[in-house]
């Protein structure tokens, strides 16, 4: 990616970057820790520089190797729904990709640990957050089905992906921490939010959402 060119957007994409937070919010986005985050950081930079132009559209872009950047929406949604008050201790993510949802993260969390199968991308994601200077950021060449253990217990987990959710993942959240993820519901996907409790698991439907699958292995 040529930084110059990106610096360039990045001079000009502040109006840019207010419309979408505007969008989001006429959507149903409220929390304005995450609204900031949103405004806060330059989706062009996880971007391929021949979609820079598109960077701030509200739709999912694509970023190599079958994977996508999520549509801004849902990753403001995904976001607000592990929100409580005052700010986030450690949250995994399963699935890097370009950078973005964790980078998104590390504005409202002590601790980001992001986990992502296809090394190319976790290389590329850990040089951004590294220019960014988003050094809460951890990233890890590894299945996203294991989860991090040794970094466990988790505030929040969200999982870029859709299919059946590992039991793994559950186990490594805190009591009152939250998971957001894409469910395998038959013919789509359900985003799923699940908080645990000291009874154990609250579940709650979010809405129909489309991600890539959730697979295992390295690549």
């Given at each position: 990616?040529?930084?110059?060119?990106?610096?360039?957007?990045?001079?000009?994409?502040?109006?840019?970057?207010?419309?979408?937070?505007?969008?989001?919010?006429?959507?149903?986005?409220?929390?304005?820790?995450?609204?900031?985050?949103?405004?806060?950081?330059?989706?062009?930079?996880?971007?391929?520089?021949?979609?820079?132009?598109?960077?701030?559209?509200d739709?999912?872009?694509?970023?190599?190797?079958?994977?996508?950047?999520?549509?801004?929406?849902?990753?403001?949604?995904?976001?607000?729904?592990?929100?409580?008050?005052?700010?986030?201790?450690?949250?995994?993510?399963?699935?890097?990709?370009?950078?973005?949802?964790?980078?998104?993260?590390?504005?409202?969390?002590?601790?980001?640990?992001?986990?992502?199968?296809?090394?190319?991308?976790?290389?590329?994601?850990?040089?951004?957050?590294?220019?960014?200077?988003?050094?809460?950021?951890?990233?890890?060449?590894?299945?996203?089905?294991?989860?991090?253990?040794?970094?466990?217990?988790?505030?929040?987990?969200?999982?870029?992906?859709?299919?059946?959710?590992?039991?793994?993942?559950?186990?490594?959240?805190?009591?009152?921490?939250?998971?957001?993820?894409?469910?395998?519901?038959?013919?789509?996907?359900?985003?799923?939010?699940?908080?645990?409790t000291?009874?154990?698991?609250?579940r709650?439907?979010?809405?129909?959402?489309?991600?890539?699958?959730?697979l295992?292995?390295?690549?």
């Amino acid at each position: 990616m040529g930084s110059s060119a990106h610096s360039g957007i990045g001079m000009t994409s502040e109006g840019t970057r207010q419309r979408l937070v505007r969008r989001l919010r006429e959507k149903g986005v409220s929390d304005d820790r995450v609204l900031d985050a949103v405004a806060a950081t330059p989706r062009h930079l996880f971007v391929d520089e021949a979609l820079s132009s598109r960077a701030y559209e509200d739709t999912a872009l694509p970023i190599g190797r079958g994977q996508t950047i999520s549509q801004p929406y849902v990753v403001a949604m995904m976001t607000q729904a592990v929100m409580r008050e005052g700010k986030l201790g450690k949250v995994l993510e399963i699935g890097t990709g370009s950078g973005y949802q964790a980078a998104i993260l590390a504005r409202l969390a002590d601790k980001v640990f992001t986990t992502e199968r296809i090394g190319e991308l976790q290389r590329g994601a850990r040089q951004r957050f590294h220019r960014m200077g988003l050094h809460n950021i951890y990233t890890r060449h590894a299945d996203g089905m294991d989860g991090w253990p040794s970094q466990a217990p988790f505030d929040a987990i969200l999982v870029t992906a859709g299919g059946r959710i590992p039991e793994t993942l559950y186990e490594q959240l805190d009591v009152g921490g939250v998971l957001v993820a894409p469910e395998d519901a038959g013919a789509y996907q359900q985003l799923i939010r699940v908080e645990r409790t000291d009874q154990g698991f609250e579940r709650e439907e979010l809405g129909a959402v489309t991600f890539v699958p959730l697979l295992q292995g390295l690549d």
